[in-house]
C-alpha cells in the first residue's frame, strides 16, 4: 500500500451494485485503486469539500457516469478557497458527453487517464497531449487463464456483445456470416452470466471477434481487446488506431482485420484452426506482461510518485 492518500471521486452505490459494463476489467481496478492508496471516498460535493485537505491527491471515475461533477475550486465570497491538488480523471468514451473536456479545464485537473487514447485525441482536441496518459483496459492477474492452450474444436468464429446503435455497425456486420457464432451477452443490453460464469465461457472460445464500429468517431480498442486473449483465445481484432501502441500485432498476437480481408482471414483460420495456437499464447502473453491489472497499478502509482515530489 502507498504511503500517500488519495480522495477517490465516486459513486459508491454504482460501483456495489456492479453497474460497470466492463465487468473483467473497472470493479477490480476500483478496488486496487481503494487498496494501494488508501483512498477517501468522495461520493459527493459535501465530502470532496469536507476531505480535500486530508488528501494527496485526487482520483475521479468518469464524471457524470460513475462518479459525480464536482465542484473543485469552490470560491466563497468571491475569493478562491483551495489551489489544485494533483488530480486525475477516468474519461473512457470521448464521443459522448463531451462536456467532460470543459469539465477537466474548469477544475484545473492536472491529468486525464484516457482509456482510448487517439479518440480521445480526436475528440478532446483542445487537452494538451502531456495532460493525457494512455491508460487502458486491464485484467486482472487471476483471470488470465495459465493451461495449456488447445483447440477446443469450435466450428465457428464468436462474437458477442451489445449490437443496438451506431457505435456496433461493424460488430452487426460481422454477425452476418455463417462462420461466425453470435451471442447476445454483454455488459449492458443482456447482462444474463455472472461475471463468473461470462469468465467460465470465455475459456471455451478458441476464437472470438472484438469490433465495433469503424467509423471515424468510433474505433475503439474496447475490453474485448484485452479479455479474449487473456482467456487463451484468439482475437480477431478490428482495426484501430491504438493496436500498435497496445502491443497487438497481426499473425504475431492476434488477427487484425477490416471489412475488405475480413472473410479471408476467418475462413483461412477455420480451414486449419490449430496452426494459431502459438498465435493464441502470445496473445495471452501480451496481455499478461503488459496489461494486466498490477502492471497498470505500477505505472501509474509510480506516475503518482513522481509528481507528488
Known amino acids: ?14 460501483h456495489k451494485d456492479g453497474r460497470w459494463v466492463a465487468p473483467t ?39 457524470g457516469w460513475a462518479s459525480p461533477v464536482l465542484d473543485y475550486r469552490r470560491r466563497f465570497c468571491g475569493i478562491p478557497t483551495r489551489s489544485p491538488k494533483l488530480s486525475y480523471v477516468f474519461f473512457s468514451d470521448p464521443h459522448r458527453e463531451k462536456w467532460r473536456e470543459t469539465y477537466f479545464f474548469r477544475n484545473k485537473i492536472s491529468f486525464v487517464l484516457a482509456f482510448y487514447y487517439k479518440p480521445l485525441l480526436y475528440h478532446f482536441n483542445r487537452i494538451p497531449r502531456d495532460r ?66 461470462f469468465l467460465s465461457w470465455l475459456k471455451t472460445l478458441d476464437a472470438a471477434i472484438a469490433a465495433g464500429s469503424d467509423s471515424p468517431d468510433y474505433r475503439l480498442t474496447i475490453p474485448k481487446y484485452f479479455e479474449i486473449p ?4 484468439l482475437l480477431f481484432a478490428q482495426e484501430t488506431d491504438d493496436l500498435d501502441r497496445l502491443g497487438f500485432l497481426d499473425m504475431v498476437n492476434c488477427v487484425v482485420f477490416n471489412r475488405k480481408n475480413f472473410t479471408k482471414k ?8 490449430e496452426i494459431c495456437l502459438r498465435i493464441r499464447d ?28
Open 1 to 14: 500500500m502507498s504511503n500517500f492518500v488519495a480522495g477517490l471521486v465516486l459513486d459508491y452505490d454504482f
Open 25 to 63: 476489467c473497472t470493479p477490480r481496478l476500483v478496488d486496487e485503486l481503494i487498496k494501494r492508496f488508501n483512498c477517501v471516498l468522495m461520493t459527493k460535493q459535501a465530502e470532496f469539500d469536507r476531505y480535500y485537505k486530508e488528501v494527496d491527491f485526487l482520483i475521479s471515475m468518469e464524471p
Open 132 to 197: 493525457i496518459i494512455h491508460f487502458p483496459w486491464c485484467i486482472p492477474e487471476d483471470y488470465i487463464s495459465t493451461g495449456p492452450i488447445v483447440y477446443h474444436g469450435s466450428e465457428r468464429i464468436a462474437c458477442y456483445g451489445a449490437s443496438r446503435g451506431e457505435a456496433y455497425h461493424l460488430r452487426n456486420w460481422c454477425r452476418t456470416f455463417d462462420f461466425v457464432d453470435s451471442k447476445s451477452y454483454s455488459g449492458v443490453e443482456n447482462r444474463v452470466l455472472s461475471d463468473e460464469e
Open 230 to 233: 487473456a482467456s487463451g483465445a
Open 266 to 273: 476467418a475462413r483461412d483460420y477455420l480451414a486449419d484452426p
Open 282 to 309: 502470445r496473445g495471452r502473453d501480451l496481455i499478461r506482461t503488459r496489461h494486466s491489472l498490477s502492471v497498470r497499478m505500477d505505472m501509474f502509482e509510480q506516475h503518482v510518485l513522481e509528481h507528488l515530489k
